[in-house]
């Protein structure tokens, strides 16, 4: 099962040129990062920093990069964490 999940609100822009936003909730890398508007921003690059309080990187899949997304929530599709919905390959 799929969750949509609040990520955090972003921070800043990387020197790299991609959105920072320190994580409420932790991602996956390659994780698809949405507005509040449910509309695609971009893709989770890199996790980094205190696993009590992660900070994530998210490349732009919307051309260059902008600080108009810079105070605004986000949110990303994670995967139900409930014991029932693992599968064995």
Wanted: net charge positive; glycine share 14%; no cysteine.
């Amino acid at each position: 099962m799929v969750l949509v999940e609040y990520l955090g609100v972003v921070e800043t822009v990387s020197g790299e040129g991609r959105f920072v936003v320190k994580a409420e909730s932790t991602p996956n890398v390659n994780d698809q990062i949405f507005n509040e508007k449910g509309t695609t921003i971009g893709i989770v690059k890199r996790i980094f920093g205190p696993v009590e309080g992660p900070y994530v990187t998210i490349s732009s899949q919307n051309g260059p990069v902008s600080g108009d997304l810079i105070g605004k929530k986000v949110f990303f599709r994670g995967e139900s964490k409930h014991g029932k919905d693992k599968r064995r390959h």
